[in-house]
């Protein structure tokens, strides 16, 4: 019977796991006024100007590897290619505001 209540108990928690929404850091109110002045000009809806296939929605972020908050808080503090490092004009909780703000928005679908 313990094995059982233990399978049962397990299944419950990994279902919970696999389903949770991931914990954001930041506050995405803060984020959306902080993307609005510096990253919409090319980011506006999520899209992209510069690299129309590289966009914020949750699948471009999948497919690069840009899903995490660490993967668009290190891309928005360096840079890359067309994209410019933002450490000089924005604060790190700046930065992760607006990691939070492009995760929520990319579950969302912008």
């Known amino acids: 019977m313990k094995k059982i209540l233990s399978m049962v108990i ?4 990994l279902f919970g796991f ?3 929404s991931p914990a954001l850091a930041g506050d995405a109110a803060h984020g959306a006024q902080i993307f ?10 999520g899209r992209n ?6 966009t914020l929605q949750k699948s ?4 690069y ?9 290190t891309q ?17 909780s700046d930065i992760e505001d607006v990691a ?3 995760l929520s928005q990319a579950e969302k679908g912008w």
């Open 36 to 45: 609005n002045a510096n990253c919409a000009a090319c980011h506006m809806g």
């Open 76 to 92: 928005v503090k360096n840079g890359k290619n067309a994209m410019p490092s933002f450490a000089a004009k924005l604060s790190d």
């Open 18 to 20: 696999a389903f949770a």
């Open 100 to 102: 939070t703000y492009v």
């Open 60 to 63: 471009a972020l999948e497919k």
């Open 65 to 73: 590897g840009m899903n995490s908050l660490d993967a668009i808080t």
């Open 10 to 13: 397990g299944a419950i928690a």
């Open 49 to 54: 100007v510069v690299s129309a296939e590289k």
